[in-house]
């Protein structure tokens, strides 16, 4: 019998687990590194940039084992409401597998809580999958970039107003 995926809030012991996860994506789908995550400084203290009022990061383990996770973040410039739904991966053999689903769906439940009301993020085309499943859950596609996260080589922008999706629910 499998074991539980169990989503938790992240600890430091997580960091280093977690950039070399984000990292080896990057690698992985030949993503333009400079101007993104890979190249910024806090993806290697995760716990600390999400230790702060209206943050949060949720991870997802299994025995023990980190497989992903998923942030919310009040990105600088974001419109009134707006939080940004940030550095979600997983690890390759954790995808398909509706761990993920269960990190986004944590993720908008928190970001509800906090009082957002809609949430934006950042992708690349690459990363079909991922894109997809953003749009299962509802997310759309929109034409330029919000706020100022420094990760100026995304290509792909989306948003979701979270009671749209939570009266889905």
């Known amino acids: 019998m499998k074991e539980k995926i169990n989503i938790r809030s992240i600890e430091k012991t997580d960091n ?5 996860l984000i990292r080896n994506t990057f690698d992985e ?4 590194k400079e101007g993104t995550v890979y190249t910024d400084p806090t993806t ?4 600390s940039l999400f230790n702060q009022e209206n943050a949060v990061y949720w991870v997802a383990e299994q025995n023990n ?12 410039d974001l419109p009134s409401g707006y939080a940004e739904l940030v550095k979600f991966y997983l690890a ?9 689903r269960l ?13 957002y009301s809609k949430l934006y993020l950042e992708s690349f085309p ?3 999958k991922a894109v997809s499943l953003y749009e ?3 997310f759309v596609t929109i034409d330029k970039c919000l706020g100022n996260s420094g990760h100026y080589a995304c290509t792909i922008w989306m948003e979701i107003e979270l009671k749209s999706y939570l009266n889905k629910e």
Not at 44 to 47: E, I, P
Not at 103 to 115: F, P, T, V, Y
């Open 44 to 47: 290697d203290d995760l716990f």
């Open 126 to 128: 690459q990363l079909k």
């Open 92 to 100: 390759p053999d954790s995808r398909g597998k509706g761990i993920g």
């Open 65 to 76: 084992v980190l497989l992903g996770g998923c942030g919310i973040y009040p990105t600088v």
């Open 16 to 20: 280093p687990i977690l950039a070399k």
């Open 29 to 32: 789908f030949m993503l333009t």
């Open 103 to 115: 990190l986004l769906q944590k993720s908008i439940e928190s970001a509800n809580k906090l009082g």
């Open 136 to 138: 299962k859950i509802g």
